[in-house]
């Protein structure tokens, strides 16, 4: 699960950067790149919930 958590963040980061880098002319670019990381913060904190739960109920 911790592969998964590894590829999911990575992932994240590649879609920020380039959609940053291809929307960085818009006038809504702080709306996005805000959207963007709130996004990926939400998943990956989710994500580690989830793990954290699995981990605990397998005693």
């Known amino acids: 699960m911790k592969r998964f958590s590894i590829i999911n963040a990575l992932i994240w980061a590649a879609v920020i950067l380039l ?6 002319d ?15 913060g939400l998943q ?4 580690n919930d989830l793990i954290q ?6 005693c």
């Not at 006038?27 to 790149?33: D, R, V």
């Open 19 to 24: 959609v940053s880098f291809f929307a960085k």
């Open 26 to 40: 818009l006038p809504e670019y702080k709306y996005i790149f805000g959207g963007l990381v709130f996004a990926a």
């Open 44 to 47: 990956v904190s989710l994500l």
């Open 53 to 58: 739960k699995e981990k605990t109920s397998r």
